[in-house]
């Protein structure tokens, strides 16, 4: 077990020193609860199951029986919940020399500062890996594809066809496939364009897109049509650890989509041990991000 001794606090057991720092800063707000719906979970894992329901009504010619039709279970995802944790200590000697406040106190808020970040990686994943066959959801696809197996057969795609950055024109066909989903019957349905989802360094020109009132770039009297449609309720949000800066997502309003599932909140401890008079500080939570229908987003890795 490693254990912070007074080796490691030097400049701290004398006086003299102007400032200590480093381990505090501002934090951004929960970047992944923009995309994320929380759910909570009492077991080890929940299952999701994917249902099909009946397609078209058929003709049913004079004095024919009625056609029938079944729908069924399609397929399942199941997210097994994750225990998230980390620990720290430090020597009694080094919390009584200390002349600079109280160490437990200190690295207690860079602890809570690592567990904020590792759930915000566990989020974005859902997104960075949202490209890669390795991590394909409960229909064997990647959350973004154009090949999405349907129930009565053939495909759907929430992936833009041709990799594209952020332009007027790709988040146009953005909406346009969000329009064009049906359900695993072929059958249309009515999803909705929510949150467009970039990465920082698309932040500008989100806001050029999104925001202006006549179409961003041109010389020409036209309307911004994105915003005078209303297409993008939830307006767009950044997400820091994107790792591809050009890849950008359009949320949609798709039930059971993106969700964070909580199986156990955050919660932390502090014990001294009895034998070497450590104290030991650690924080601890379980849960996990996942995926159940792709049809809550559309995706594009950028073209650049």
């Known amino acids: 077990m490693s254990v912070m001794r007074r080796a490691d606090f030097t400049k701290q057991l004398q006086e003299g020193l102007n400032a200590v720092f480093g381990l505090e800063y501002d934090k951004f707000p929960e970047q992944w609860a923009e995309v994320f719906d929380e759910t909570s979970s009492d077991k080890a894992y929940e299952e999701y199951v994917l249902m099909a329901g009946l397609g078209g009504a058929q003709v049913k010619p004079e004095g024919t029986g009625v056609a029938y039709d ?128 970039v990465a920082p360094q698309n932040r500008f020109n989100a806001e050029r897109l999104t925001q202006t009132q006549m179409r961003p770039g041109t010389n020409d009297n036209d309307i911004n049509a994105h915003k005078n449609l209303g297409m993008l309720p939830g307006g767009y949000c950044i997400m820091q650890r994107l790792t591809d800066p050009n890849a950008w997502f359009l949320k949609t309003d798709c039930d059971e989509g993106f969700i964070y599932q909580r199986r156990k909140s955050l919660q932390r401890g502090i014990e001294g041990d009895f034998e070497t008079g450590n104290m030991r500080y650690k924080a601890r939570e379980r849960y996990v991000f996942g995926v159940n229908n792709w049809r809550c987003a559309v995706g594009t890795p950028g073209s650049s």
Do not use: C
């Open 70 to 197: 079944a729908g069924g279970e399609v397929w399942t995802q199941r997210h097994v919940n994750e225990t998230i944790a980390l620990a720290f200590a430090i020597t009694e000697e080094a919390v009584e020399d200390n002349l600079y406040g109280n160490l437990g106190a200190k690295f207690s808020k860079s602890l809570a500062r690592s567990m904020t970040h590792t759930k915000e990686i566990k989020g974005v994943s859902i997104l960075n890996n949202g490209f890669d066959s390795n991590f394909a959801i409960g229909d064997g696809q990647p959350l973004f594809s154009a090949s999405h197996p349907l129930f009565y057969g053939g495909t759907a795609s929430n992936l833009l066809a041709t990799a594209s950055d952020l332009t007027e024109s790709s988040l146009e066909d953005a909406f346009i496939l969000v329009s064009l989903m049906v359900d695993d019957r072929g059958i249309p349905i009515a999803i909705n364009p929510k949150k467009l989802v």
